[in-house]
């Protein structure tokens, strides 16, 4: 097990940034979990930690040492690949042993390592098989065991649950959490899938465009999105975003649109009241669709026309016109509302957020000079 320190990592491909001044701390024994769309540098990051792409500036360090320009092999890092990358003229068992072989182990040892990790991994009964007769999420334990073997520092695993359906995703995410615990070996996993993320990581790392945008707890990047982003990325549906403006009133601070009028509670929502000052002017309401309620019309709130309706059991999910602005709404399933019927929605302003122009989450912001 170790430490893995990234500091101020740079990747460029054509001198576009695929990784831009990244840097984290993972400590020994962590899951953490690297989330973004395609495209936005968390593969790269895997593949540098991995030796697989040269660095083009800043630092990985592994239990303090710095392994920028050590050879891959000798890195002891073990990799599962989203397409398993298993060696089809090969049985299982010959799959999982390769690379205890290759580290020219004895063949009694090999055969210790490879038993315990197929007992692990419940592969047992296929040791004898070729690739081609496994299913999906057969092939993907097999890849998980040639990685276990090798008694590895630091697990990096790349969308390995993408190529699964639903259910085999969902019973194969379980028996990776299971096998951290039981292992406690410090692993970064890399996905697009948010539901993955919340369940699986101790923290989150959220990237976009190469540039790192936020990282906590599950809880943490859900409740207390830092900017747009992050909000709109996570959940689904994503938080709703309302264009308004920021202004004081003799009084209050108001967020305020057409047809709408909403006080600031600094305490409620969090936000230091200097922070508020040097955000006047246009800001964005930030509220996620569980955090919203439909009141009589008489009653004021947020004005708007239901123009969808999707039941789904355990929830309705009302698609709300605002103006310019589509918000969804999630209900109880009974909730008596139809289409193109007139209705006004309140938040709980606890759990309501404002984005100023450079889409920082005022709660997230320490004091106004920043």
Known sequence: MAEVILRRLVKNFDVVPAVDEVSLQIPDGEFLVLLGPSGCGKSTILRLIAGLEDVTSGEILIDGNLINFVDPTRRNLAMVFQNYALYPHMTVYKNVAFPL???KMSRNEIKNAVNRAAEMLEITDFLERLPEQLSGGQRQRVALARAIVRQPKVFLMDEPLSNLDAKLRLQT???LMSLHERLGITTIYVTHDQVEAMTMGNRIAVLHDGRLQQVGTPTEVYDSPANKFVATFMGAPPMNLIDGTLEQSELDWVFSREGYRLIVDCKKMSIREDVLAFS????SLGVRPEDMRLVS????GLPGIVRFLEPIGSDLFVT???GTHSLQ???PPKTP?????????EFDLSKTHIFNRSEENLQVIRSGAE
């Not at 006047?280 to 800001?283: E, I």
């Not at 509302?337 to 929605?345: F, K, L, P, T, Y």
Request: zero cysteines; charged letters at 30%; proline letters at 3%.
């Open 320 to 322: 709300v016109d605002v």
């Open 297 to 300: 019309t008489k009653s004021g």
């Open 329 to 331: 709404v999630r209900l």
């Open 280 to 283: 006047k002017g246009p800001v």
């Open 101 to 103: 072989e290759t580290a």
């Open 337 to 345: 509302v139809s289409m193109g019927e007139h209705i006004r929605m």
């Open 173 to 175: 995410r379980i028996e």
